[in-house]
């Protein structure tokens, strides 16, 4: 198995483990706040690792996908993405979810 695969299947274990963990975190009518932080956490590990994989391989003219991003401030964007879709869902959940919901 190559690095690329590694990363690529670790990246993809962590953002279902994401999705997996946001969806517990309002099981049985309630908000569970350490669940839903670790939710937060495995997505910004998912980012750090299509982060560090562009890093890597862009430019090389292996992989198309990731010669899109051939400078820093376009691998920039891939972790200004995840922590944007965060507070984004942050802010969903907060001000739409919460009100119909009880925090635990």
Do not use: C, N, P
Not at 4 to 26: E, N, Q, R
Not at 56 to 69: I, P, Q, S, T
């Amino acid at each position: 198995m190559t690095l690329l695969t590694s990363l690529s299947v670790a990246a993809i274990l962590f953002f279902v483990a994401h999705v997996a963990l946001l969806i517990a975190s309002f099981s049985k009518g309630a908000f569970h706040k350490t669940i839903y932080l670790w939710s937060h956490i495995t997505l910004w590990i998912t980012g750090g690792i299509v982060f560090f994989i562009a890093a890597l391989y862009a430019g090389k003219g292996e992989y198309a996908v990731l010669d899109l991003f051939d400078t820093a401030g376009k691998r920039l964007l891939i972790l200004v993405t995840a922590f944007a879709l965060s507070g984004l869902a942050h802010l969903i959940v907060r001000y739409l979810v919460l009100g119909r919901t009880q925090v635990r």
